[in-house]
């Protein structure tokens, strides 16, 4: 069973079309991170949220805590947002648990 | 600025070999892990650590060891390679203690033959 359910696993988009990323998880968490990996990169991070909505350019992350659930938005998607795209839930004791990732492609 | 440093980027590995994967950070943070990434599936823990000297196992710990002399640096080391073992290896760190920004370093692509 895992801690952490993302969907979908693969997604392809034209380029400006609205992104949704979906994830789900089953622990008590003390946040949800998302998280973004380039083919052959590292993974850096994109958000941290505990509650509610953050917004940095064109992504937006939501969380709603009773239902465990979060989103991850892209919005005008473009080809440079090509990439995976993980889900961690972190507890209180700082561990993390990762969703299996989401690989996007924007096809211009 | 460099963040979480992980050497070497790519190494290839006979069955039996023993080798240790070097990972430092300068953001003088606590914790720091290492993962293993596998064709599909998620992250998955190998060791951790919340400060110097101390350290623990995470949820694939076989087959490898760690050491947490500094702050800075957390090695993990190969004891004897395994087919098993190939995969792409992740060092993070992240202050400890409350929720924060998790910070890897760039991966290590490790093929045992």
């Known amino acids: 069973k895992n801690e952490v359910e993302q969907s979908p696993q693969n997604l392809t988009a034209q380029e400006g079309e609205f992104i949704t990323i979906n994830c789900s998880y089953s622990?008590?968490?003390?946040?949800l991170h998302w998280l973004q990996q380039h083919p052959g990169g590292g993974i850096v991070s994109l958000f941290m949220?505990?509650?509610g909505k953050k917004k940095h350019g064109r992504l937006i992350a939501t969380i709603n805590i009773q239902e465990k659930h979060s989103s991850l938005h892209i919005t005008a998607s473009h080809p440079r947002d090509s990439a995976v795209y993980i889900c961690?839930?972190?507890?209180?004791?700082?561990?993390?648990?990762f969703g299996t990732g989401t690989s996007l492609t924007v096809i211009p | 600025n460099a963040g979480v440093t992980q050497t070497p980027k790519f190494q290839v590995l006979k069955t039996g070999q023993s080798m240790t994967l070097q990972c430092a950070q300068d953001?003088?943070?606590?914790?720091m892990s290492w993962y293993r990434q596998d064709p599909g599936m998620g992250l998955r823990l190998i060791h951790y650590?919340?400060?110097?000297?101390?350290?623990d196992q995470g949820e694939v710990p076989n087959g490898y060891n760690v050491s947490r002399s500094t702050t800075e640096d957390f090695p993990l080391r190969l004891l004897s390679a395994a087919p098993s073992q190939t995969s792409v290896y992740f060092c993070?760190?992240?202050?400890?203690?409350?929720?924060?920004?998790?910070?890897f370093g760039e991966g290590s692509w490790l093929t045992v033959v």
């Open positions: 650590s919340v400060g110097a000297g101390i350290t």
């Open positions: 953001m003088n943070h606590e914790y």
């Open positions: 961690a839930a972190e507890n209180t004791g700082n561990q993390f648990y």
């Open positions: 993070a760190s992240s202050p400890h203690g409350f929720v924060n920004t998790i910070y």
């Open positions: 622990v008590g968490i003390s946040a």
């Open positions: 949220l505990s509650s």
